[in-house]
Nanobody, 124 residues
């Protein structure tokens, strides 16, 4: 079945940067819209960013717009999340998700496949 593996998380200082990566073990990677979500302790999982199957359109939560950049490389079956100007409130487990439906989903329930997450901890 479809498997996703996130990497790139870690402990960083406020103002620092990270690049998260997600590898999709699926030969039809380009048929999936891809999204990033995050979940902090005691909070609901929230939408962060999404990219269409072609990679030509992107969507961002207001809280990360201007600081986060989602991109994909269909030839490598990879999706990335570049995080700049990290804030303490960015601390969370970040999840990569895949959605095979026609329209890009902005909620967790719209995604069928999920990775196990990668921890991002921002020290203040």
């Amino acid at each position: 079945q479809v498997q996703l593996v996130e990497s790139g998380g870690g402990l960083v200082q406020v103002g620092g940067s990270l690049r998260l990566s997600c590898a999709l073990s699926e030969r039809s990677f380009k048929s999936y819209a891809m999204g990033w979500f995050r979940q902090a302790p005691g909070k609901e999982r929230e939408f962060v960013a999404a990219v269409t199957r072609s990679g030509t359109s992107t969507y961002y939560a207001d809280s990360v717009k201007g600081r986060f950049t989602i991109s994909r490389d269909n030839a490598k079956n990879m999706v990335y999340l570049r995080i700049n100007s990290l804030k303490a409130e960015d601390t969370a487990v970040y999840y990569c998700a895949a959605d095979g439906r026609l329209r890009v989903g902005l909620t967790p329930g719209e995604y069928e496949y999920w990775g196990q997450g990668t921890q991002v901890t921002v020290s203040s």
